[in-house]
């Protein structure tokens, strides 16, 4: 039998997601986000089965996109870092790519390049984030060479939010961060995309021509507090694993590397086939939340390379065997995210490949 380390992942609920994500800005389009191997729930796979109903895509490089291409994907792919060198224009333009653009050497290269073929573009603006982008000053003009560069056909401006959810940062309000971008831009007949899964969740303002959704198609909510909208997401990635071996220790006795946990009572420990380099994260603190069989024990000890420690002392069905779900459908992400000082997004992207993916179609 193989070890029973599986990330299983459910493609009917990303499907799910992404029709959510698609029904709140109905006059608008919505591309898929699928960089980072789909957040870890396997690009190509993910992205198959989205095919009917994303009508664009996106990633981060031309490497992953390349990948959706060997992969049969015919959409267009958005890369959303662009290019790093002038020599990946041609395979753009070629396979059908579309690029952002987010500094002056770029908009250069592209000028002096001779493409086969006429390419989309998304321009980025800086709106506070500080990151990528043509800061609101340089960015009409930045638009307007775009739009006279013969291989240029179509231009999306794009702006990437510091504070989609700005619950947390009052100071800094999505509307207002919208409104460092210049009035130029809102003019209609210009195509804008500013919204990923925060600002779709719960920024009508931020709807505009072009939605970005990505953690949202994984079912993760990424506000800081759950609305209603983010309560019927459905989490797509359970990550699990099996008992496989169970003993008493008695109090005084430490269990794992370390000796971090020290039993207070008699305590039945269960080990299991997961560790971190499986992706479940060492810095899973004392008590993070765990299933067995369904029900919530915690985590004892710390986590080990290949396995971690559960406590089974109320438990006492629970064997070799029995099945551990970390995170997924019945244990939210988030949760045991809040556990392991970091978020969804990491806990699913560092799932490894030694983590063997099952589908659910
Ligand atoms: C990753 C990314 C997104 C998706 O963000 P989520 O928070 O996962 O929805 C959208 N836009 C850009 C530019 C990104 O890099």
Redesign the pocket.
């Known amino acids: 039998m193989a070890r029973p380390a599986v990330a299983e992942i459910n493609l009917k609920n990303i499907q799910a997601n992404f029709k959510l994500a698609s029904s709140f800005a109905p006059a608008g389009k919505t591309l898929a986000?699928v960089?980072a191997n789909a957040y870890g729930h396997g690009a190509a796979r993910v992205a198959q089965h989205l095919a009917q109903d994303a009508e664009v895509f996106?990633v981060?490089c031309i490497e992953e996109a390349l990948a959706l291409r060997k992969a049969g994907l015919q959409q267009p792919i958005l890369l959303?870092e662009g290019f790093f060198e002038a020599a990946e224009l041609e395979v753009i333009a070629q396979e059908g790519f579309w690029t952002a653009v987010h500094r002056q050497e770029q908009l250069d290269q592209l000028a002096r390049s001779v493409l086969a073929k006429p390419l989309c573009v998304w321009l980025k603006i800086d709106t506070g984030m500080h990151r990528l982008g043509f800061s609101p000053e340089q960015a009409i003009k930045a638009y307007n060479d775009l739009l006279n560069m013969p291989h240029v056909k179509q231009v999306v401006v794009?702006s990437?939010l510091a504070n989609a959810d700005d619950s947390l940062a009052p100071g800094a309000s999505v509307p207002s961060q919208v409104a460092q971008l210049p009035e130029f831009f809102l003019n209609p007949g210009i195509e804008l995309s500013i919204a990923?899964?925060?600002a779709i969740l719960s920024q009508p303002t931020a709807l505009r021509h072009w939605q970005?959704?990505?953690?949202?198609l994984y079912g993760s909510c990424?506000l800081a507090i759950a609305n209603q909208h983010s309560n019927s997401l459905r989490p797509a990635m359970t990550l699990k694993s099996q008992v496989i071996a169970t003993r008493w220790v008695e109090p005084g006795e430490s269990v794992g590397y370390g000796g971090r946990f020290v039993a207070e009572r008699r305590t039945r420990v269960g080990t299991v086939a997961m560790g971190y380099a499986d992706g479940y994260p060492r810095q899973a603190a004392e008590g993070t939340p765990v299933l067995v069989d369904g029900q919530r024990t915690q985590l004892i000890g710390r986590v080990s390379m290949d396995m971690l420690t559960l406590d089974l002392t109320n438990l006492p069905d629970a064997d070799v065997g029995s099945e551990v779900e970390f995170w997924g459908e019945k244990l939210s992400a988030n949760e045991v995210a809040a556990h392991c000082d970091t978020i969804a997004?990491h806990l699913f992207t560092g799932v490894t490949d030694r983590v063997p993916r099952t589908y659910i179609e």
């Open positions: 986000v960089k996106a981060a959303l794009m990437h990923n899964s925060a970005r959704p990505g953690i949202m990424p997004y």
